[in-house]
């Protein structure tokens, strides 16, 4: 049999939630008992901060095996996924000189006709850095079997479901809202929003996946070229409400038919244009320490 | 009709126009010299040099042009870059920039004026700048005035955003895209609203100069599409429309095609596919508006517009049909990644890699733009006011630019012309509202809601009359008008001409208040230019070639190690030694080294580039047989631990050895480079794999030694080196500049006693072969 000649062992360390009782059911209830607060005690603590609490990983797994048990006999038989269980393989675990959980290593075959073009089986790693998610995992697997591994992601009918009723949902409304779309202040309101927003940075915190505020509770982040969420909104209103301020003296004062209240209202607001921009020049400077 | 302060009453409508002119032409005249003057910080701070990476390799394409010729430059082949593929040049670069360089370097010396190529290099970019200004001031123009296009022509003249790609000696596309980019828009705008086919056509031409200037004008392609577009959405097609966007396109494009580089990509890859689409759709809407002009029945008209539809859906499966079939080529990754944000760090590491590719914050917005960034939308907001065609454009623009800018640190540059341009709007309306002489009449209306306004408005106003009706006052208005615009005969009948357009009364009393609104904008203004002053003095006028700090006295230190280093190279290596360094110094090794180099800059062959990357990240045995199979020569680091300058390799080093993970995904892994804990260190904890990489040597090779036995402290990653520095069995060191910044190692060549290297390293410091355990395993025969 050609597959005894080249065995491609895939081990995979760790997790297997197939306790007595599922841990993480065990917390939900324990979380239900204390009006939503866990007390721990030195085994639910146990429970709740083992190596096994990788609770998202292990379906990714199972699917990319599943996958992979589909593909036809001959190659199927070259290539093997196989877990193993902290609780059964501490032994291993020391040997690898493991200290944390999930690890999927890949060992390529040492002899045979499959041993890899540059030569090493010492085992490989695989990089988290992707997320631990079944789509990558399968694409990086992919490089070490002998055909790749048909995984497809499966089909997320809920969100296919929710677009086409949002799109129904809006054709049918579309009849009582078109004056409002047909106005051209709405799309005003659309387009300046859309520049603000933009223009405060919102692109930087959702590429960089910024957090919404710092660990430390500051919500303005350290330097130059680094901010937090919040700052977003802060910044986005403060340039809001300067160019609110600015179209209140071009577009509304003027149109005033009594000289008292149209002094007060200018008065008003540049009052309000000087403050705020003030402000914003000194955030600019908190940013920026050298700032003229 | 009162007036907040006195008029002269003695001056013609002639005497006001051409006095008015003569200020436009003065004020532009000035802001054309504040532009150049402004970036020319760079050459006094430092000296007239090319800055930088791109314009070197711009500036020794422009040096084959003026000294061989065009023929001779269009058929370069560059053997030393990509050093052993070489580079056609004059089929993989937009020759715009260096044809422009070459026709003002001839008609300079036609003239016998002798200036030196590198000179006009240099200035080329602060010199177009003033042409930007002028062109954002027609264009502007065309959305108000000449009043708000010379607000413009200011802004755009001296916003750190544009200077910032525009400094002397920043010799770049970007230098003149700019202005090319806003002369195409005033053109089209033109064209648009005179339905002219002859700036339709002029459009075209300075399209195709773009097209051959900048990878940029993809904005233009799929702009003026989206613009038309939306004109048809809008219910708003015209013949006018028609002629314009069918004459910009069709000459446009057939013109952007004879640009070698662009080739046959404007009808084959999607970028340009909105370009095709909304052609066609123009041709369909026109043929169906000509139809219906000459049918009357109902049902007829039915049946086309129906027709009209399925044609249009059947064009939009067609294109869909064609891009799956894989005759249209897909979004490029460039442009994708601009869509799909993530895209790039996934699959093209090399572009995510570049620092003017990251997402931006706001600080930054806000340093490049001042008071404008939160002034433009009010200026879009006074478009929508109007809403005529050409201030659709604006709107888009502005939405359009302000998104690719917020993901792309280098998109600012598209997205400043558009902020100046609608804060100049916003910004001269205000100015218009508040200086403006006319006062409104006191309405009679607050006579029902309290009577002490009534009293107090004539008090406030000495010029005001007492209240009269608001009919007859708009009838006496109304006839005012009309007088005077049949015989306008000084200044306050123009203005009162003007002022009666509005149904409304609108004004503004009283000098107090304007005073206030006027002297707020100016103290504003006043701010906006010491403000753009610093940032660019401070930020954007550094070559990055030399670099300066300052001494503890104040006065300024320029280290000049870059130019050193490669200067030595071009003095003490033979002319065809092959220098290996991380694809950022290529274009300045080839610029000013004159050495061949493996890869530069022009960062084409992926495979090229993560190979050095795998040389850099290896060990010395792993490394070695790759630089020899290269004819490595030399190798090039950058460090900067010693005087703290964190641009260096060391920094730069996680991208190496992505790319190589990219292609050597089994050799080259980047968990590897960090601590267990995750971090990425280059002290006692370094990982093995960072340890021994070759860029980790080169970089700390007898940098102990430099302390003298006291603790060697990087001065960019704030860490303590170890004590024992690392070994090199493989290379020599070579050259170290002044400050450490470059190091250069020699690539040894084979023992001559066929020895590997290390062991007759070992042998030459007198150390004795380990003979513990036999060296070589008879391998049994199969």
Sequence with gaps: ?292 | MPTAYPLPTNLSPATVANTASLIRIVALALISGAAIASRLFAVINFESIIHEFDPWFNYRATRVLASKGFYEFWNWFDPTAWYPLGRVVGGTLYPGLMATSGVIYNLLHAINLPVDIRNICVLLAPGFSALTAWATYMFTKEMKDASAGLLAAAFIGIVPGYISRSVAGSYDNEAIAIFLLMITFYCWIKALKQGSALFGTVAAVFYFYMVAAWGGYAFITNMIPLHALVLILMGRFSSRLYVAYSSWYAIGTLASMQVPFVGFQPVKTSEHMAALGVFGLLQIVAFAQLVRSHVSSHQFQKLLATGVISIGILGAMAFVLLTYKGWIAPWTGRFYSLWDTGYAKKYIPIIASVSEHQPTAWPSFFMDLQFLVFLFPAGVILCFRELRDEHLFVIIYAVVASYFAGVMVRLMLTLTPVVCVASAVALSTLLDTFVDPTEPEVVDDTRSESGASTISAPGTNGAAPSPTTPATTSKKAKKAAAAAAEHPTTLSDILASSSTKTAKPKGIYGLDTRIMVVLNTICMLAFFVSHCTWVTSSAYSSPSVVLASSNPDGSQHIIDDFREAYYWLRQNTPEDAVVMSWWDYGYQIAGMADRPTLVDNNTWNNTHIATVGKAMSSSEEVAYPILRKHDVSYILVIFGGLIGYSGDDINKFLWMVRIAQGVWPDEVQEPSFFTPQGEYKVDDNASPAMRNSLMYKMSYYRFVDLFGGAQAMDRVRQQQVPKVGPTLDYLDEAFTSENWIVRIYEVKKEDSLGRDLKSANAFAQGKKRKRSKPTTRRRAIL
């Design chain 1, 1 to 292: 049999m050609r597959y005894s000649k080249s065995l491609l062992a895939l081990l995979y360390l760790p997790i297997c939630l197939i306790a007595a009782q599922d841990p993480h059911q065990q917390l939900v209830e324990l979380a239900k008992a204390g009006n939503g607060v866990i007390k721990l005690d030195s085994k639910t603590f146990d429970l709740l901060t083992s190596p096994k609490r990788t609770w998202e990983f292990e379906p990714s797994w199972n699917a990319v095996g599943e996958a992979w048990a589909t593909v036809p006999k001959e190659h199927r038989d070259n290539h093997f996924f196989a877990t193993l269980d902290f609780d059964n393989g501490q032994t291993t675990f020391q040997k690898l000189g493991l200290q944390s959980a999930p690890v999927v290593y890949v060992y390529p075959a040492a002899q045979g006709p499959l041993v890899p073009a540059s030569g090493k089986v010492s085992p490989l790693k695989y990089d988290f850095s992707n997320g631990f998610d079944a789509g990558p995992l399968a694409e990086s697997l992919s490089k070490h079997t002998p055909i790749p591994i048909p995984y497809r992601d499966p089909i997320n009918w809920a969100r296919y479901f929710t677009i086409a009723t949002g799109v129904l949902g809006l054709l049918v409304t579309l009849r009582f809202i078109s004056p409002i779309i047909q106005s051209r202040w709405t799309w005003a309101l659309v387009t300046v929003a859309v520049s603000l927003v933009m223009t405060s940075g919102y692109m930087f915190t959702r590429i960089r996946g910024s957090p919404f505020i710092g660990n430390d509770g500051n919500w303005v982040a350290a330097g130059f070229q680094n901010q937090f969420g919040q700052e977003v909104s802060v910044v986005a209103g403060i340039y809001g409400l300067l160019t609110m301020s600015f179209l209140m003296l071009v577009m509304v004062v003027p149109y005033q038919t009594s000289p008292a209240r149209q002094r007060l209202q200018i008065y008003l607001w540049s009052g309000v244009f000087v403050i705020v921009y003030s402000v914003l020049v000194s955030l600019f400077r908190v940013k920026n320490r050298g700032a003229s």
